[in-house]
T-cell receptor, first 120, second 116 residues
Framework: DTGVSQDPRHKITKRGQNVTFRCDPI?????LYWYRQTLGQGPEFLTY????????KSRLLSDRFSAERPKGSFSTLEIQRTEQGDSAMYLC??????????????????FGPGTRLLVL | AQSVTQPDIHITVSEGASLELRCNYS??????LFWYVQSPGQGLQLLLK??????LVQGIKGFEAEFKRSQSSFNLRKPSVHWSDAAEYFC??????????????FGTGTQLKVEL
């Protein structure tokens, strides 16, 4: 169990550029979440995958944001035409849906270290 | 919609002193409550969670939390703080998503400073 990893850890980009972040969940975890955390705030939910299916998206996720999880393993989050307001820490979390708790009432989400994005 | 309030932005305690971090939630049904800790450069780590049953929940690192439905609170406590506990603490409430899964709604966090 190597934990959730995210790449890159830091990204500086100019306004209008596209960026892509990667998240590698804990092996065998079938649920994957993306959150965004701005300075002085708690993380906010962006989107959620169960296996390869994207089942939920927050209203925070504008059309410039797209997330994928091909083959139900790693996930990518792309931001097109970045804006200064996109500057934040982007966090990924994974969890395992078990037979004893299929809806995830008691699930533990394991978070990665995050990707810090700065848009100039 | 669910929400979480952490009224204390910063708290400073002396090492060895007791600690209580406050958390109030707003949720229509039975809440699923969590406390996470975030250290610089580290991911969020789960300290403890409440789903049902005993309202006093034990977690890792000597932390505990008590669920009080009448006060809509889930305060985090530790009897004796260590310098390594300095970090940011987040309270969260979960809500079940379509097809399963748990969307966490976090408070704004409490930054804990420990004086030696």
């Amino acid at each position: 169990d190597t934990g959730v990893s995210q790449d890159p850890r830091h990204k500086i980009t100019k306004r209008g550029q596209n960026v892509t972040f990667r998240c590698d969940p804990i092996s065998e975890h079938n649920r994957l979440y993306w959150y965004r955390q701005t300075l002085g705030q708690g993380p906010e939910f962006l989107t959620y995958f169960q296996n390869e299916a994207q089942l939920e998206k927050s209203r925070l996720l504008s059309d410039r944001f797209s997330a994928e999880r091909p083959k139900g393993s790693f996930s990518t989050l792309e931001i097109q035409r970045t804006e200064q307001g996109d500057s934040a820490m982007y966090l990924c979390a994974s969890s395992l849906a078990g037979l004893a708790d299929p809806w995830g009432y008691q699930e533990t989400q394991y978070f990665g270290p995050g990707t810090r994005l700065l848009v100039l | 919609a669910q929400s979480v309030t952490q009224p204390d932005i910063h708290i400073t305690v002396s090492e060895g002193a007791s600690l209580e971090l406050r958390c109030n939630y707003s949720y229509g049904a039975t809440p699923y409550l969590f406390w996470y800790v975030q250290s610089p450069g580290q991911g969020l780590q789960l300290l403890l969670k409440y789903f049902s049953g005993d309202t006093l929940v034990q977690g890792i690192k000597g932390f505990e939390a008590e669920f009080k439905r009448s006060q809509s609170s889930f305060n985090l406590r530790k009897p004796s703080v260590h310098w390594s506990d300095a970090a940011e603490y987040f309270c969260a409430v979960g809500s079940i998503l379509t097809g399963g899964g748990n969307k966490l709604t976090f408070g704004t966090g409490t930054q804990l400073k420990v004086e030696l």
